[in-house]
């Protein structure tokens, strides 16, 4: 839980630092790009950690269906960011982006961490 909680806090962080120089429409498109990674790379974490303690060789498995669905769940969310609420592609698109890179990475180093440490184990 500690590291999603370290996530939520650079999220919210680098986006409330964004909020001083965009005005109120893009500040909620950047927001809404970065919702979505947040989100899935949250529920990555949380539903790792537990498996890793839990169950550490059914990790594979779980991780390969977590790709399966997030392939859904970001196909969908964007859709819907993009069409349903009509946010400007340009902003979202850009803050989704980095976002996802950026938690995406701080995920991989965590993984990284998890798995070295088992292995010396």
Do not use: N
Not at 7 to 25: E, H, P, Y
Not at 70 to 96: C, E, H
Not at 98 to 119: H, K, Q, V
């Amino acid at each position: 839980m500690k590291p999603v909680i370290g996530m939520v806090v650079f999220s919210i962080g680098s986006w409330l630092a964004t909020v001083i120089f965009v005005d109120r429409q893009t500040a909620l498109e950047i927001l809404c790009g970065m919702l979505g990674p947040l989100f899935a790379v949250s529920v990555t974490a949380i539903i790792v950690d537990k498996t890793y303690r839990q169950h550490s060789e059914a990790l594979t498995a779980i991780m390969i269906a977590a790709f399966g669905g997030k392939l859904v769940y970001f196909l969908a969310y964007v859709t819907i960011m993009l069409r349903v609420l009509s946010l400007r592609p340009k902003p979202f698109v850009a803050s989704f982006t980095m976002y996802f890179i950026a938690l995406y990475f701080i995920e991989a180093l965590r993984l990284r961490r998890l798995f070295w440490g088992g292995m010396r184990a």
